[in-house]
């Protein structure tokens, strides 16, 4: 099966370089299914989760907006901010989600508004990533022999 190269670069790092399946990221219009020999695409991307399939597994990151050029064989996710869900500390993104939600009733400055809505978004798909995580990680029970 074919593969398209993923670069998921943010200002700080080259955060992730592999040849992969297929990845799912998070269009401002919605998600966006990107396999090898796509179209060529220059899009925004939204704050969002980013699933990445290689070699039939899932991983997850979490991508706070940034663009994303694609071509045949190679696509580039220029992120403003991404993290591996591996790198998530799970009481942290939730204690960044209580303080955003914190802020966000505690304002009426409509930039100070703005801002705490988007740290909460940033926050809660932190946090689901890091369940993804925890989920995929996780045994299924084992049966007893009746």
Do not use: C, W
């Not at 919605?30 to 899932?58: C, M, R, S, Y």
């Amino acid at each position: 099966m074919p593969k398209i190269r993923l670069e998921i670069v943010t200002a700080d790092r080259l955060i992730y370089s592999e040849d992969v399946d297929s990845f799912i990221a998070p269009g401002i219009s919605g998600e966006l299914g990107i396999l090898p020999e796509h179209a060529n695409l220059v899009t925004i991307l939204d704050t969002g989760v980013l699933t990445i399939v290689k070699d039939g597994e899932e991983d997850y990151m979490a991508i706070a907006g940034g663009y994303m050029e694609v071509q045949p064989t190679h696509a580039v996710i220029l992120a403003d901010a991404a993290e591996r869900d591996s790198d998530i500390d799970l009481d942290r993104a939730e204690a960044a989600r209580a303080r955003a939600e914190e802020a966000a009733k505690n304002t009426t400055n409509i930039d100070s508004q703005l801002a705490a809505e988007a740290a909460l978004k940033r926050s809660l798909v932190r946090i689901k990533v890091a369940k993804r995580r925890t989920n995929r990680t996780r045994k299924p029970p084992t049966q007893s022999a009746g």
